[in-house]
Each structure stands twice: as C-alpha cells, then as structure tokens.
C-alpha cells in the first residue's frame, strides 16, 4: 500500500483542516505492514465476536443494551471532558459551526443516546425472523429468516453520536462492528468506546463486539476498506469526498449513505401557516444534519412566498434566490442571486436555494436534476398533485405536508439508524436493526433427493 486511499480533503473542503493527523499520528505512526497486521488482527478477533453475538437471545443483546445506555449516563463528565478537548481543537482549526455542531456533545445529547440504547431494547429482535416460508410438495420445509450480517465497519467523521448508534444497532442485530470516526472526534469517541467495551464485559458479551481502528489513523481505514473476507459489509457516513473515495476504492461491500440535497415544493394550493411552520422546522430546527431541507422550488401561482420568506429571513436564514423568487418578494426581504452551484450545495447550514417554478413537472425535473436521492417533500392541499409526486419523485424517502426532518431512524419508530441509503441494493432509507441483517435459507427434510 504505496497511498492513502482517502485523500487529504477526504471529506468537504469544511472538513479538511479538522482531519489533518495530530502529532502523534505523525511521529509514532507505525509502518504499513504493521498497520495491515494490526487492523486485519481487529477484524479476526471480531469475526470471533461475531460468531458469539449471533447466538445471543433477544434477552442477553437487551441487557447490553441497556447496561450501556447506563453507563454512558454514569459516565458522562468523562465523555464531556474529552468532547469538550476535540470541540476546542476544531474551534483552533476554523472548523464550521455546522461541524462543530455535528461534534458537539451536551447533556441533554447524552441523554438522547441512552434513550435511543434503552427503546432499542423494546423493539422486536429482527435475527430469525422469518421473511417467508412454505412446505413443498415433496414435504420440505422451507424458511428464508434474517441472521446477522457478520462484521460490520463504518467510517465517519465528527459525528460521536454515530458511535453508539452503531454499536447498539450492531448489538441488536446480533453483529460485530469495527469503527473508524475519524481525527475530529478522537478524543470523544475513545471514551465511548472503552465504555461501551466495558459495559458489554459486564453482562459477558465479548467487548470485541465493539472495537476501533482509530488509533492507525486514514491507513487503518484504507486497510479496513480492504480487508475483504474479513469484513462483510462497509457502511460511509460523511461528506461526498470520503464517501465516494471509499465507494470507489473499496473492496469489501459497501452501503453507499448520501449526503442530503433535500428539496421542499410549494403547491400552488399550500396553506401559509401549515408552509411556514414546515419550512422553519425543515431549515431551523438543526441545520447541520442530512435531512435539513436545502432548496425550497415555489409554484409560481403560490400566495405564500412572502410569509414564508419573511419567516426564514427572521429566522437568520440567507435566501439564495433566482430572478423570479427576488421579483416576488417585498422590498424588506433580503436575498441572494442564486446559481447553479447553489441548487447542487448541501450547505448543512442556515442557508436555503430558493426557486419558482410553474407547475409540478418543472418541480419534478429539477428535483431530478439536483437531488441526492435523500428526501423530497412537497406542502400541498391537493391529493392529485400529492400521488404524482410520490410516483414521480425517485428519492429514499417522499414526505407529504410534514417536516423533512422526519427521516431519521429514530423518528420512523427504527430505534436509531446507522445511515441513510441512498442506493436501492439491500437497504434504501434509514437503516435500522432490519437492515444490519441479510437472509438465509433453512431448508428441512426427512431424507428427500432430487429426481
């Protein structure tokens, strides 16, 4: 292994200072082969592990559930401390307020994961249930059931949080999970990690069910993209250039997760009030994630613009308009000329691209030009014009007169998500305990041969 797989601006150009090596990666960094040895040693001890997980019962996987979610609350100053040591760092690195966001642990955040940990231990085990099964002629029994993927890896950058959604969905799942979450977040997610290790030692589940190549920095991740045989599945989470790095260069199966241009449209039957509390929502309740709407498309025979407009303007919100949108608004509402850079940009900030268009096909086709795939909405009071749109539009997840902030694992009742797909193999959407798993087939018989 001559280069690094993932680049230097392995995620957006706002992502490139914060993941710079520390000084410590640079001069104790072992060699390559080394490195290969070592991470390949990770992914063999959690195949082990995840040779145990798949025969715990529902009961066992729900007490580590839940003795996780307990300790990540009894240790919390510890994870605070060193969140707080990686926020500082990538405040001195002029990373963005929308990535210091995303890197930022609070209490009340903490809280919210072992809350997400304890409701994953109500949800049903997905492992054996059975997707289909019929008795054949000959009186073979047929099952096709859910089992454990296997190994499952994630790359990611300055999101903590993915940490523990990972490793719960992967503990409920009956799976390992080997975790690389990148130099912005080093210090955080090393404290999870050894609780998360130490909680599940402490209801006897292996603690190589959660393990981490962190410590060997962008080689350790280009070794875990390889190590084919070894790792079942890949799954990405961050910016365009890490994740298409690694869709590209990747040998072992990976589950592309998008970023999210998301798309709202205004119908020209849209109500105001029902659209200015879908767009403050969809904009202003956390810019910073994947399912913030992006570009608001208007109907040109909409009434609602100026209220809606002058709500996000209120709001901090800086409008990125064409022509027509600037010669509809007051004179007291400010914009942007926008261009085509705007209707492609997933800003994850308070900042919307804002179009007009003349009726649901123009809305359509620029949907189809710019969208990532992720989630589409449209605000409408018409059932006709709400059917087409979700025929039409071909996106993870289509949402009728509510907020885009709705597709996220655990508001769809998935407990937590370890992504949003935007490919239409294996998993589309938010991916839950469901989607950590794949299928075989049991097939039962009473001495039957083939004729």
């Known amino acids: 292994m001559t280069e690094a797989l993932i680049p230097q601006a392995a995620a957006s150009s706002n992502e490139a200072t914060q993941a710079a090596p520390t000084p410590e990666e640079v001069t104790v960094r072992p060699s390559t082969s080394d490195v290969e040895a070592a991470v390949h040693a990770i992914a063999d001890r959690s195949r082990h592990a995840a040779r145990l997980m798949a025969r715990a019962n529902r009961a066992w996987k729900d007490r580590g559930l839940r003795a996780i979610a307990a300790a990540l609350l009894e240790r919390k100053s510890q994870i605070l401390a060193a969140n707080t040591k990686d926020v500082a760092a990538g405040r001195a690195n002029g990373t963005s307020a929308a990535l210091l966001d995303r890197l930022t642990l609070t209490e009340p955040r903490i809280q919210a994961l072992a809350g997400a940990l304890e409701n994953l231990a109500t949800l049903p085990d997905p492992v054996g249930n059975v997707v289909r099964g019929q008795t054949l002629p000959n009186g073979l029994r047929l099952r096709q059931i859910n089992v454990p993927m296997g190994v499952v890896a994630a790359i990611y950058e300055a999101r903590p949080n993915v940490t523990v959604d990972i490793a719960g969905l992967g503990l409920k799942s009956g799976n390992a999970v080997i975790l690389r979450g990148g130099t912005a977040a080093a210090a955080t997610n090393a404290a999870l990690v050894t609780i998360l290790r130490d909680a599940l030692e402490s209801v006897g589940l292996p603690a190589d069910a959660v393990q981490t190549v962190d410590q060997f920095g962008r080689e350790g991740a280009n070794v875990l993209m ?226």
């Open 226 to 451: 390889r190590a084919r045989g070894r790792v079942d599945v890949l799954i990405p989470r961050g910016g365009r250039d890490l994740i298409q790095s690694i869709v590209m260069n990747a040998s072992v199966p990976v589950i592309e997760t998008g970023e999210g241009n998301v798309h709202i449209f205004l119908d020209a039957s849209a109500g105001e009030d029902m659209a200015v509390e879908i767009l403050l929502n969809a904009k202003t309740q956390r810019p910073s994630v994947c399912n913030t709407v992006e570009t608001l498309l208007v109907h040109s025979g909409s009434t609602v613009l100026p209220a809606v407009a002058a709500a996000l303007r209120a709001a901090g919100v800086t409008l990125h308009t064409d022509e027509r949108i600037r010669a509809a608004l007051p004179a007291s509402v400010a914009s942007v000329p926008a261009t085509d850079e705007d209707w492609a940009t997933e800003y994850m900030d308070l900042d919307l691209a804002v179009a007009m268009v003349d009726n649901l096909d123009e809305a359509v086709r620029h949907i189809r030009k710019w969208s990532t795939g992720h989630t589409e909405a449209i605000v409408t009071n018409d059932l006709g014009n709400a059917e087409r749109f979700i025929a039409e539009i071909d996106s993870a997840a289509v949402i009728v007169n509510a907020s885009t902030r709705f597709t996220d694992g655990g508001e769809l009742g998935l407990g937590a998500e370890v992504g949003i797909s935007t490919q239409k193999l294996h998993a589309r959407g938010p991916m839950g305990l469901t989607e950590l798993t794949t299928t075989k087939w049991i097939v039962q018989g009473e001495g039957q041969i083939r004729g």
